[in-house]
């Protein structure tokens, strides 16, 4: 796919992310944490995680500075208030004395580091406990051990492990059968691809050997995953289309994408949560979309993505 092609499906793609952050805005109150959210008797999947994917895939989408300026105020809004609700991170150093050796709350904490945003205290606290030999001899998953070190690099620790020995642990860097693929072994691939890519914004953290492979497979799971009406996978999947070097034909995909997307900018899970107007089945999804459309977009106009 030429580059003059990328940009034909620019107008296809170029309103989804604005239409997204809409909705995402109109639901702030969702995304708001408990009172005391370091309480354990908390769900942190229905607390802190949905906080979290906010922050990180805002982030992205303001990089790529393919916002209008009201909905790059909206997003930069978006990004604040993620900041605000942790306390300016004391949430976070709280979570981690009472748990000190979660990954999530670094993970999260991360994502605002990067962007400039510290607390002191908590970063005294992650050079203490990412020091100790427990932090280096946990027994995590390969994929979420990718995600801790590339949290590791962005908070300025440094990283516990080479990311290319828990790389060849993963599905995708193992090498697993292209044939094997599932929903689960498709998030597996795309978190592993967004956390050697910095979430999709530096292409060269993919291997050769990978680059082929996706080159190869990625279409196939696609179209596996749009034919199964699995939105939120299949924008992951978009996102992953939106690095590799080589372009790919994901028109038809996005096409398909975006008449998923309500009028209110929303995007269900699957096809079949499509009717269930819950916040739950809808928050993520929503965040992909838009996170890989500002992606697509980005690469329409210029041929590359930005970190």
Do not use: K
Request: charged share 25%; net charge negative.
């Amino acid at each position: 796919m030429t580059s003059a092609q990328l940009t034909h499906q620019e107008p296809e793609v170029s309103g989804v992310a604005p239409a997204a952050l809409r909705w995402l805005n109109a639901h702030r109150d969702d995304f708001r944490l408990p009172e005391e959210p370091e309480d354990p008797r908390h769900d942190r999947d229905v607390t802190l995680r949905p906080l979290g994917e906010l922050a990180r895939l805002i982030r992205v989408v303001l990089a790529q500075d393919v916002l209008g300026a009201e909905d790059r105020r909206l997003a930069d809004e978006l990004f604040a208030f993620a900041w605000r609700e942790t306390g300016q991170g004391e949430v976070l150093a709280a979570i981690a004395r009472r748990e000190p050796f979660a990954t999530y709350p670094l993970e999260i904490y991360a994502v605002f580091a990067r962007a400039g945003l510290r607390h002191p205290g908590f970063d005294a606290q992650l050079r203490h406990i990412t020091g100790t030999r427990a932090w280096r001899t946990a027994e995590r998953g390969a994929t979420r051990t990718l995600a801790v070190l590339g949290a590791e690099h962005d908070a300025g620790l440094p990283r516990h492990r080479d990311p290319l020995a828990a790389l060849r642990e993963t599905w995708l860097g193992g090498g697993a059968e292209p044939w094997s693929f599932t929903a689960e072994a498709g998030y597996a691939a795309t978190h592993t691809v967004f956390h050697l890519t910095d979430w999709c914004t530096e292409p060269g953290g993919l291997t050769a050997e990978l680059r082929e492979h996706l080159r190869l497979w990625l279409p196939a799971w696609l179209t596996c995953s749009v034919e199964a009406g699995h939105w939120d996978l299949a924008g992951e999947l978009l996102a992953v289309a939106a690095v590799l070097p080589e372009p790919m034909d994901v028109a038809q995909a996005w096409a398909v994408l975006a008449s998923a997307q309500g009028a209110d900018g929303a995007v269900a899970e699957t096809a079949e949560l499509a009717r269930d107007g819950g916040f739950r089945h809808h928050y993520h999804s929503t965040l992909v979309t838009a996170f890989s459309a500002a992606l697509t977009v980005r690469r329409s106009m210029t041929g590359s993505v930005r970190s």
